[in-house]
């Protein structure tokens, strides 16, 4: 018998009432014990075993002094959460993994948002360096040789026209090289962009072509 707290009845008489008592009294056993150290002849503590979170759709408001912690549906998935006084919902956990201390993190590999209180996520930290990391270098003489460099290798194609060709191309076009002419007036430029294929020009204080020593960098992702 399921607890049942209108047995027994007042009408019920006392021998009648001992068996629905004592059914009440194993049904009380049976809630107090799940999940909690009590049980017939056990030391009945009281304690924890588990804790056991009916899973809500939504935990419902907070109230001063009221917050609730409870297993909320977030992506389809019972998530704890905790609501706040001011009825705010704070994730603390995630596909099986505790968030991080501010409870929230951002996966943004640009870095976008320029928040000062989310944590960001280990992949986009890694494309944010990435990104932003030298993928190659080179000194160059004005012959085209490569004195010394990382992920490139150069030749003289004309008068001042260099080409840089990279070991390992790059995603895209879209990525940016800083070349610099080793002179005291002139100046050095990149063109032709393409995955793995640059061209360096350099040009005296007149804007005309000649050839020159330079240093570059290259950014992007490869």
Same mark, same amino acid.
């Given at each position: =018998?399921?607890? &049942?707290?209108?047995?027994?009845? /007042? @009408?019920?008489?006392?021998?009648?009432?001992?068996?629905?008592? #004592? !059914?009440?009294?194993?049904?009380?056993?049976?809630?107090?014990?799940?999940?909690?150290?009590?049980?017939?002849?056990?030391?009945?503590?009281?304690?924890?075993?588990?804790?056991?979170?009916?899973?809500?759709?939504?935990?419902?408001?907070?109230?001063?002094?009221?917050?609730?912690?409870?297993?909320?549906?977030?992506?389809?998935?019972?998530?704890?959460?905790?609501?706040?006084?001011?009825?705010?919902?704070?994730?603390?956990?995630?596909?099986?993994?505790?968030?991080?201390?501010?409870?929230?993190?951002?996966?943004?590999?640009? =870095?976008?948002? &320029?928040?000062?209180?989310?944590? /960001? @996520?280990?992949?986009?930290?890694?494309?944010?360096?990435?990104? #932003? !990391?030298?993928?190659?270098?080179?000194?160059?003489?004005?012959?085209?040789?490569?004195?010394?460099?990382?992920?490139?290798?150069?030749?003289?194609?004309?008068?001042?026209?260099?080409?840089?060709?990279?070991?390992?191309?790059?995603?895209?076009?879209?990525?940016?090289?800083?070349?610099?002419?080793?002179?005291?007036?002139?100046?050095?430029?990149?063109?032709?962009?393409?995955?793995?294929?640059?061209?360096?020009?350099?040009?005296?204080?007149?804007?005309?072509?000649?050839?020159?020593?330079?240093?570059?960098?290259?950014?992007?992702?490869?």
């Amino acid at each position: =018998m399921a607890f &049942d707290k209108d047995k027994p009845a /007042a @009408t019920t008489s006392l021998r009648a009432s001992n068996p629905e008592m #004592l !059914a009440n009294n194993s049904a009380l056993e049976t809630a107090l014990g799940a999940n909690h150290e009590f049980s017939t002849g056990g030391s009945n503590t009281g304690n924890h075993e588990s804790i056991v979170l009916i899973e809500a759709a939504n935990l419902g408001t907070g109230a001063t002094g009221l917050p609730i912690l409870g297993a909320q549906t977030t992506g389809g998935k019972a998530e704890l959460t905790f609501t706040d006084e001011d009825d705010n919902d704070i994730q603390i956990t995630s596909a099986g993994n505790i968030l991080s201390a501010s409870l929230d993190s951002k996966d943004e590999d640009d =870095m976008s948002s &320029d928040s000062a209180t989310h944590t /960001a @996520t280990q992949q986009s930290i890694k494309a944010y360096v990435d990104v #932003l !990391a030298v993928k190659a270098w080179g000194n160059v003489g004005s012959n085209g040789v490569l004195d010394d460099g990382f992920n490139v290798s150069t030749a003289k194609a004309s008068t001042g026209t260099y080409t840089i060709t990279f070991d390992v191309n790059f995603t895209s076009t879209d990525y940016a090289i800083t070349p610099s002419r080793i002179a005291t007036a002139g100046s050095a430029h990149a063109s032709n962009f393409s995955q793995g294929v640059c061209t360096i020009s350099t040009r005296d204080s007149a804007g005309s072509l000649v050839d020159s020593a330079f240093t570059f960098i290259a950014i992007g992702n490869q």
